[in-house]
Nanobody
Framework: QVQLVESGGGLVQAGGSLRLSCAASHRTFSTYAMGWFRQAPGKEREFVAAITWTGLSIYYSDSVKGRFTISRDSAKNTIYLQMNSLKPEDTALYYC??????????????????WGQGTQVTVSS
């Protein structure tokens, strides 16, 4: 069982930046990719970004491409989400997730096996 703990959320003005972190309790041999999802009030959880554990493949949703950057520190079993040029529509609860099986797209909820509790990001206009 992998435990994921997110941190780094907060309140920021539009145009500002935040850096989210997600620390995994350990990396199992079968961790294929880790990702970030978000869920705004009244909306479904949506994909934000993902990175394979090798770091060779990175994926972004169209809504954050060019503004957000996902990265990982294998030695620390940690991934990061650097969020720049934040917009009010980025306001959501951000979740970290981990695959225990090889995902096909790395973009859909069903491909992820472990989830963190979430960290709130609020962007004021």
């Amino acid at each position: 069982q992998v435990q994921l703990v997110e941190s780094g959320g907060g309140l920021v003005q539009a145009g500002g930046s935040l850096r989210l972190s997600c620390a995994a309790s350990h990396r199992t041999f079968s961790t294929y990719a880790m990702g970030w999802f978000r869920q705004a009030p009244g909306k479904e959880r949506e994909f934000v970004a993902a990175i394979t554990w090798t770091g060779l493949s990175i994926y972004y949703s169209d809504s954050v491409k060019g503004r957000f950057t996902i990265s990982r520190d294998s030695a620390k079993n940690t991934i990061y989400l650097q969020m720049n040029s934040l917009k009010p529509e980025d306001t959501a609860l951000y979740y970290c997730a981990s695959e225990a099986r090889p995902g096909r797209t790395h973009r859909i909820i069903e491909e992820y096996d472990y989830w963190g509790q979430g960290t709130q990001v609020t962007v004021s206009s």
